[in-house]
């Protein structure tokens, strides 16, 4: 069964600072990883989308590595703004008895003060 | 990029009453959307896969008579919770896969309070 964990829980910064958030998934056998953003009673922005033979993907300040063998992905925030205080989360897309799925990593909740 | 609604965006109803909620895709065509849950501070869980034209497919502990989904066209899908409680107080965001990539595009949700 596909396990997706995030790490840290929790996060708060000094706006301005680079900040790392990690994700890891225990079966490397995934379709696609993306990284969502959600504020606080609203539903799921996407970020990015790497696909499984994909190394990176970057978009503005944000930038998302995807290592599959090691079942690991990373989001990197350049200069974080207090804009970017939200909780990210990531997902793995799987294939399950013929049905495509999202299995969710539990989240982390950043906090940008300026 | 695609774009999936919702509503209602929130609902209050009485124990024992029963909700419909839609999700649309509205400028794509979605055979397939997912409908998650989730709880206050959690992470979103999987309730089911609703397929066009076809029963939809629900995740282990999911009771399918208490959450019914009928995918009548490509682009709506609708989740009703039949006689709902109070601990069916939660946040249900509806999915859908655009193509090629799969790119998962969620709804805004809909708050769902059961007095």
């Known amino acids: 069964k596909q396990e997706v964990t995030q790490i840290p829980a929790a996060l708060s910064v000094p706006e301005g600072e680079n900040l790392v958030l990690n994700c890891s998934f225990t079966?490397?056998?995934?379709?696609?990883l993306q990284w969502f953003r959600q504020d606080p009673g609203k539903g799921l922005t996407s970020l990015l989308l790497i696909q499984s033979s994909q190394r990176e993907q970057t978009s503005g300040r944000l930038n998302a590595s995807l290592d599959k063998s090691s079942g690991r992905s990373t989001l990197y925030i350049a200069a974080s703004q207090p804009g970017d205080s939200a909780t990210y989360l990531c997902?793995?897309?799987?294939?399950?008895?013929?049905?495509?799925?999202?299995?969710f990593g539990t989240g982390t909740r950043l906090l940008v003060s300026p | 990029g695609a774009v999936v609604s919702q509503h209602p965006s929130w609902v209050i109803c009485k124990s024992g009453t029963s909700v419909k909620i839609e999700c649309r895709s509205l400028d794509f065509q979605a055979t397939t959307m997912f409908w998650y849950r989730q709880f206050p501070k959690q992470s979103l869980m999987l309730m089911a896969t609703?397929?066009?034209?076809?029963?939809?497919?629900?995740e282990q502990g999911v009771e399918k008579d208490k959450f019914l989904i009928n995918h009548a066209s490509l682009t709506l899908s609708t989740l009703t919770v039949t006689s709902a409680h109070p601990e069916d107080s939660s946040f249900y965001i509806c999915s859908a896969p655009g193509t090629p990539t799969y790119e998962q595009y969620f709804g805004p949700g809909t708050r769902l309070t059961v007095t």
């Open positions: 997902a793995v897309r799987i294939v399950n008895t013929g049905f495509q799925k999202l299995v």
């Open positions: 079966d490397s056998a995934i379709y696609n």
């Open positions: 609703s397929n066009e034209g076809s029963k939809a497919t629900y």
